[in-house]
């Protein structure tokens, strides 16, 4: 009997488990991810996206262990928080107020609530219609959300406009995956240390890991991890830092690299 290998397998959402083009998870991805759980692999989630918004996954919920979101600021297994890493206030404050005094977008992630600002309309072009994101329909007041801890800032700006604020925030880091926006969290939160995180609480060596992602922000999982996988239309910096390059998200990158590596 062929015994296959048993991972922790960590899959960024958006451009990598889900399709830019139709918003959904490939049939052969739902097929790859059923088999590689049956086989003894853990399956777990590592994303941008704050817990509210994370609404594409219906498909294979039932299969997932674990969560890294907000970029490793925030990450759960089951009703269980493994860690929660939120900015300072005073960084925050700094990023909100240069928004509203440049009028660019921005999106407040907080422990709880979310709050958008979107004088430029980018919130609702790329979100809302472009990632097929609804829930900011009902995002919070800002006043609201500013009392709660905040776990990700996500203004819209582009990437010569980020150097310069970041130097006024020294608590953050920064990890772009869209041209027109970044996602920022508090130093020591990204989805590398997510992975080192969740390896703790589950008991796993974190070199017996496989990381898939396909933008900037996947960067330090796919450093991370013992195997790090750039989808096939991940962005071409990543891409020469993974160990391998799958094919596509549309072109059944997920099961060909899984299938390369003995997981199915």
Known sequence: ????????????????????????????????????????????????????????LS?????????????????????????????????????????????????????????????????????RQMLAVREFDEASPLEVVLKQDILQLTPFFPADYEAGLLARMPQCVSGRWHPEFTDITANGADKGKGILSIARHEGFDPNHTIAFGDGGNDTSMILQAGIGIAMGNALEALKEQADFVTTSVDDDGILNALQHFGVI
Do not use: W
Not at 16 to 37: D, G, M, N, W, Y
Not at 70 to 86: F, H, S
């Open 59 to 127: 498909a294979i919920e039932h299969l997932i262990d674990g969560y890294i979101t907000t970029n490793g600021a925030l990450c759960y297994v089951g009703d269980e928080m493994v860690c929660c890493q939120p900015i300072p206030s005073q960084d925050v404050m700094t990023c909100v107020e240069d928004a509203k005094e440049k009028g660019y977008s921005l999106i407040v992630v907080g422990r709880k609530d979310v709050a958008v600002l979107d004088p430029t309309g980018d919130v609702n072009r790329i979100f």
């Open 1 to 56: 009997m062929n015994m296959k290998q048993k991972y922790a397998l960590f899959f960024d959402i958006d451009g990598t488990l889900v399709s830019f083009r139709t918003h959904e998870i490939p049939s052969s991805t739902i097929q790859a991810l059923t088999q590689a759980k049956a086989n003894g692999s853990r399956i777990y989630i590592a994303t941008g996206r704050p817990p509210v918004i994370i609404t594409n």
